[in-house]
């Protein structure tokens, strides 16, 4: 089966973000060694996990694509609910950050559907 177009290219946009962060997560283990402040290295620090959250981002946006396509209105609202749950289960601002859903800050605002 072969993908549509703008899933390849999207797939290589997400390939050249991820290359780019490999070169930034790179540049911060150099800034170690060199002693920088920790102000600076915090901040790209910041810059890496905001680039994540965006190559992140891009791939739910994907999932959700293939996922609501030909289903029925009830199975695209479950899949794009269960497509909440795992953004918010890793999502920082939401104290994720790979946590099990039964530790404090690691579940999602939306109801639970038993699943």
């Known amino acids: ?4 177009a703008d899933d390849v290219q999207s797939t290589e946009q997400m390939r050249a973000r991820l290359r780019r962060i490999e070169g930034q997560v790179r540049g911060i283990a150099k800034m170690l060694d060199s002693d920088r402040s920790c102000e600076d ?14 190559v992140g981002a891009l791939v739910l ?11 029925t209105p ?3 609202v479950v899949a794009l609910r269960d497509a909440m749950r795992l953004w918010w289960r890793f999502a920082p ?15 999602s605002p939306l109801p639970d559907d038993g699943n």
């Open 1 to 4: 089966m072969t993908r549509p």
């Open 93 to 107: 601002a939401a104290g994720g950050m790979g946590a099990a859903a039964t530790e404090v800050g690691a579940v």
């Open 41 to 54: 290295v915090v901040t790209q620090l910041m810059a890496v996990r905001s680039s994540l959250d965006t």
């Open 74 to 76: 009830v199975d695209q």
């Open 61 to 71: 946006d994907g999932h959700l694509g293939r996922c609501l396509g030909d289903n």
